[in-house]
């Protein structure tokens, strides 16, 4: 079993980190839950019993550690100084806010429900399939692409009322 857990742990531990860090949005947080996450898998590694793929069961685990995490100190923040956020804002700059003030992508994200910032963050930051996505959350395919649309309407919606309160175009 020690052998197993050294291969989930080269296998896994960044790609854990970076859901706990896109979930939790604090670099400290993200470690402390990703040291977490392992010890659980280490704990639980003798009654998986594969019903489901072992990603999948280890993606479970950290979102749960984290939703438990997010319980205790509310909704997450968002810091534009990491990868992920920054190449987000940036996006956003090049789809044409050369001309105007740059949303605040934090402030956006936090507004979102949390089922919908788990979905947004697993779909356009860590760059998950639909599939994968739906197999991570336990949810349907279909409310996946609902819960994205619902996100990404939410969000266009909000960037059109700050437009108009900024009197933007």
Known sequence: ??????????????????????????RAAAEETAQDVLVRVWKGLGAFRGEASLSTWIYTITRNTCLTA??????????LDEPAPRREAERHAAAGWQTAAPPDAAALLNRLPAKYRQVVALFHMQEKSYDEVARMLDLPVGTVKTYLFRARKSLAEELARQRIRKGGS
């Open 70 to 79: 997010l319980s205790r100190v509310g909704p997450r923040q968002v810091s």
């Open 1 to 26: 079993m020690a052998e197993e857990f050294e291969h989930i742990v080269r296998d896994y531990q960044d790609k854990i980190f970076r859901l706990a860090f896109s979930m939790l949005g604090d």
